[in-house]
């Protein structure tokens, strides 16, 4: 079992950054993917990257490619997102979530999933 605590979330302007990290704990790191999602409200639950700490292979949604980035540092345990040129639209909680295997069809599929961190807010001002 592995637990994930989120931070880095906070207040920021459009056209602005913000990097999130995921901490992972009670588990080998190395044995799982770690996805970001988001859920603004009144939507669902949206996959926007993941990373496989064992290959280090890298997925994002179209609505995030090209500002996010996922990076992972496996010697801290600890994911990364750096997200940049940040819209109004991102404005959401940030989940990070870990699966045992990569499901390379539909890797942002939150049904994949096992472990959830607890979330954090993300609010990108217009």
């Known amino acids: 079992e592995v637990q994930l605590v989120e931070s880095g979330g906070g207040l920021v302007q459009a056209g602005g950054s913000l990097r999130l990290s995921c901490a992972a704990s009670?588990?080998?790191?190395?044995?799982?993917?770690i996805g970001w999602f988001r859920q603004a409200p009144g939507k669902e639950r949206e996959g926007i990257s993941c990373?496989?700490?064992?290959?280090?292979?890298?997925y994002y949604s179209d609505s995030v490619k090209g500002r996010f980035t996922i990076s992972s540092d496996n010697a801290k345990n600890t994911v990364y997102l750096q997200m940049n040129s940040l819209k109004p639209e991102d404005t959401a909680v940030y989940y990070c979530?870990?699966?045992?295997?990569?499901?390379?069809?539909?890797?942002?599929?939150?049904?994949?999933?096992?472990?959830w961190g607890q979330g954090t807010q993300v609010t990108v001002s217009s």
């Open positions: 979530a870990a699966a045992r295997e990569l499901i390379r069809a539909t890797p942002l599929l939150p049904l994949w999933y096992e472990y």
């Open positions: 009670g588990s080998t790191f190395d044995d799982y993917v």
């Open positions: 990373i496989s700490s064992s290959d280090g292979s890298t």
